[in-house]
Nanobody
């Protein structure tokens, strides 16, 4: 059993910052890619940022230059630093990890950016 525990969501004004964290625990042999996705009401879930085990990163176009993803392989954690937040960043943010045989999702954390 693998569990992902997310934290750090909340309400912030436009231009502000938030930091999301996700900790993976349980029967994890190896974690490949770790990432964050988001889903706004009425929209499809989309990739926000992903990071490989070796540290290569990939960002969604709308967050490039504002968000930074990082991970700690020893602790099985991944973080997302979100700066210069915009109202359109409002969504439920989900942590995702790719294990050897399948991927796992967190329960989601709400991020709300007020204008």
């Amino acid at each position: 059993q693998v569990q992902l525990v997310e934290s750090g969501g909340g309400l912030v004004q436009a231009g502000g910052s938030l930091r999301l964290s996700c900790a993976a625990s349980g029967s994890i042999f190896l974690i490949n890619t770790m990432g964050w996705y988001r889903q706004a009401p009425g929209k499809q879930r989309e990739l926000v940022a992903a990071i490989s085990r070796g540290g290569s990163t990939n960002y969604g176009d709308s967050v490039k230059g504002r968000f930074t993803i990082s991970r700690d392989n020893a602790k099985n954690t991944v973080a997302l630093q979100m700066n210069s937040l915009k109202p359109e960043d409002t969504a439920v943010y989900y942590c995702n990890i790719e294990g050897v045989r399948r991927s796992y999702w967190g329960q989601g954390t709400q991020v709300t950016v007020s204008s």
